[in-house]
């Protein structure tokens, strides 16, 4: 989803010492290459991105001039020296800005033909020898053929675990067909059915699809409704929105979505080991054998056979696929000999055409991005929908580049991902939603990365040494959320790309009955606060982060054996897909329940103590009384109990009391 961009500044004055320090003298060099972030001893220049536009059309974006140094700057000229698609305006100059004082300057991009467009302003000033210069991008997009009826949904106001359907019309009121080719709705209280993609509409031909409200929470809900089309290309907003200010007593609701569980797995699966046993409805491809460093072994050298596989398997097990970009090849790294890398010499280091500053061709990454891309578009199996940016670059054996870079990478990702598959998600590189990973976010955020992700993905590990309590992830989600929100961010898709207990030996994790405890436990707060996806990491793994099912060593084709914690997998996913949560998860104590419904007036509790253990195989619990509407309680075994006294056994791994 395409947001108003926000006004940036443009910064002159001297560099501050600290930010030598921290960057380093190349983030002092002057500039005159119009690159992004240009930064000299005395002037630093912001980019200005103008999203999308129509040809015809002109959007402007004002930009304040801030003068951070302790002397007067007179500004003589500001003037477009590339792209005749854009325009600056402002005061009469000359203009002299005082110390620490602001003046304005207004960027109009008027495009007269499709496409990605560039172009730079030259800032002359009495700070530098040197001129600034400030770049331009813009996508033009050509005015769409489709009408829409209605142009905007209002659900009203309906009791959560309810459901409301509206019909939407698309016209093709042009001369010429047009290729219907994708439909999205953010967040996880509306939903899209009914449209078959792609579709080709002739002239004056019309089609129809069904936007559904069904809340899950209390609360104001709104989203866009993005469709995507081509010959022309165009994107049509349909804004939505609904209200939900409590419980109902049920009716149809399509519930909690298969996608929501979604999964990652070693390179194994696709080349010696069967498909995992449980369900699921999207994969993450990362540890995979898939990154930037499997794929491109040489400077214009691709070796997609892996990649084709899991693109396969996807498509013969009906999930989507979530492609994570990292690890640069050692040929493409601006330091291939690094041997602090993770993941190998050299991996972590930005590509060698990009500088601290997030100026310079940038060629090599955007070459491997557009290849892949193409390749994607080419499949003859299934397609790659989302994207995220990068792996965890918070620490500097996954990334040990700057935010600038990053940023920049994440800006031409988006761009040539965009320009094949407008109904593409781009997502924010990744990071643990812990305190190290929300300083990084903060960085990232603070300096515009926000405006390049349509949704957000964190990694929702809560393990510290010796200490793991899973329910530590509602505080960590709402610090994340307050982070969003300071940002202008909180609007956007909320997605765990990555998570389980992690490493055993950190928090000394090691009983199989506490891990399926902790993956029932994490999948419902996960939906209780509102994420909209998690992938489990990671079914096979052979480190025990999260091993979900263990190989036999003498026959790997055969079904190996899935352990507790996988069995646990499954039977959550039973519990939830398809249920309504109907309120958030909360606890009384150490007593913690999360309320489920399904139509035909079926109501269930799943409750469990985190005040209880297990060990050996022995698990202890503790008396709970229950409402007595509850016939009957499942637990993960699949087993279901006749509820006969006025409490029941509850322990670490929750059970599921159902009043039919």
Same mark, same amino acid.
């Given at each position: ?40 001893? #005395? ?14 059309? *002109? ?34 100059? +000359? ?10 300057? =207004? ?7 499709? &496409?990605? $467009? ?13 001129? *600034?210069?400030? $770049?331009?991008?813009? $996508? ?27 019909? /939407? ?59 995507? =089309? ?16 409590? !419980? ?13 569980? #979604?999964?990652?797995?070693?390179? @194994? ?8 046993? %449980? ?18 072994? %040489? ?13 396969? %398997? ?11 970009? &990292? ?19 050299? *991996? ?44 965890? +670059?918070?620490?500097?054996? &996954?990334?040990? @580049? ?52 349509? !949704? ?34 909180? &609007? ?9 207990? !992690? ?24 939906? =209780? ?52 949560? *109907? ?7 150490? /007593? ?57 056994? /509850? ?10």
């Amino acid at each position: 989803m395409d947001r108003p961009q926000r006004s940036s500044r443009i910064v002159l004055g001297l560099v501050l010492l600290a930010a030598s320090a921290m960057l380093g003298c190349q983030s002092l060099a002057s500039s005159n290459n119009g690159s992004p972030g240009v930064n000299n001893s #005395a002037l630093m220049a912001s980019p200005v991105d103008f999203g999308k536009t129509v040809v015809g059309g *002109t959007k402007t974006l004002s930009q304040t001039i801030h003068n951070g140094a302790s002397t007067p700057v007179t500004i003589s000229a500001a003037a477009v020296v590339e792209g005749t698609s854009f325009s600056v305006s402002g005061p009469q100059f +000359p203009l002299t800005v005082p110390p620490g004082g602001d003046a304005g300057l =207004s960027f109009s991009f008027t495009p007269r033909a499709s &496409g990605i $467009l560039t172009g730079k302003v030259s800032i002359t000033s009495t700070v530098s020898s040197q001129n *600034t210069y400030v $770049l331009l991008s813009g $996508l033009a997009v050509s005015p769409s053929q489709l009408r829409v009826n209605p142009s905007s949904i209002s659900f009203g106001n309906l009791p959560i675990g309810q459901r409301v359907e509206q019909i /939407v019309i698309l016209t093709n009121s042009g001369n010429s067909d047009v290729v219907v080719s994708g439909a999205t709705v953010t967040g996880n209280a509306f939903r899209l059915t009914g449209l078959s993609l792609p579709q080709v509409l002739g002239a004056n031909q019309s089609t129809t699809f069904t936007a559904v409200f069904s809340p899950v929470s209390e609360g104001s809900f709104g989203a866009l409704i993005n469709v995507a =089309s081509k010959s022309p290309s165009s994107i049509l907003s349909v804004p939505i929105s609904g209200i939900s200010s409590g !419980g109902g007593s049920g009716g149809t609701n399509t519930g909690i979505p298969a996608e929501f569980f #979604a999964m990652q797995m070693n390179s @194994g699966t696709v080349t010696r080991q069967p498909w995992p046993a %449980s369900s699921f409805g999207g994969m993450r491809l990362w540890d995979s054998d898939t990154q930037w460093a499997n794929i491109n072994t %040489s400077d214009g050298v691709y070796d997609w056979t892996i990649l084709d596989k899991w693109l396969a %398997s996807s498509q013969a097990h009906n999930v989507d696929v979530l492609y994570t970009f &990292g690890r640069i090849p050692a040929w493409a790294s601006s330091n291939p000999s690094d041997p602090n890398c993770g993941e190998g010499a050299g *991996t972590c280091d930005p590509p060698k055409d990009l500088n601290p500053d997030g100026s310079g061709s940038n060629q090599l990454w955007k070459n491997f991005v557009a290849a892949l891309v193409a390749h994607n578009r080419a499949s003859n199996t299934a397609h790659i929908k989302y994207w995220e940016v990068w792996n965890e +670059p918070y620490h500097t054996r &996954g990334w040990n @580049g700057t935010i600038p870079q990053m940023i920049r990478m994440a800006q031409d990702a988006r761009a040539i991902i965009k320009s094949a598959d407008p109904s593409a998600m781009v997502f924010t590189p990744s990071f643990v939603v812990t305190g190290e990973g929300r300083l990084w976010l903060e960085s990232y955020l603070g300096a515009g990365g926000g405006q390049y992700a349509d !949704g957000i993905a964190f990694h929702g590990y809560v393990q510290r040494p010796g200490h793991l309590v899973v329910e530590d992830f509602n505080n960590y989600v709402s610090l994340l959320k307050t982070t969003l929100a300071n940002h202008g961010q909180q &609007g956007k898709p909320l997605w765990d790309t990555e998570a389980s207990w !992690g490493y055993t030996r950190i928090a000394g994790f090691n009983d199989l009955d506490m891990q399926a405890a902790f993956v029932a436990r994490f999948y419902l707060l996960h939906w =209780s606060n509102g994420v909209d996806r998690f992938y489990w990491y990671q079914w096979n793994a052979k480190n025990t982060v999260g091993t979900l099912w263990k190989v036999d060593q003498y026959n790997p084709g055969g079904p190996g054996t899935v352990l507790k914690p996988g069995i646990a997998y499954g039977e959550i996913y039973n519990w939830m897909v398809g249920a309504t949560m *109907t309120s958030p998860c909360t606890a009384s104590g150490s /007593v913690w329940t999360c309320q489920l419904s399904r139509p035909h007036g079926y109501q269930a509790m799943a409750v469990w103590d985190a005040s209880q253990t297990c060990s050996n195989g022995v698990c202890s619990t503790t008396p709970y009384t229950y409402d007595r509407a509850y016939i009957k309680y499942r637990d993960f075994a699949g087993n279901a109990t006749a509820l006969s006294h006025p409490t029941v056994p /509850v322990g670490a791994k929750p059970i599921l009391l159902e009043n039919q």
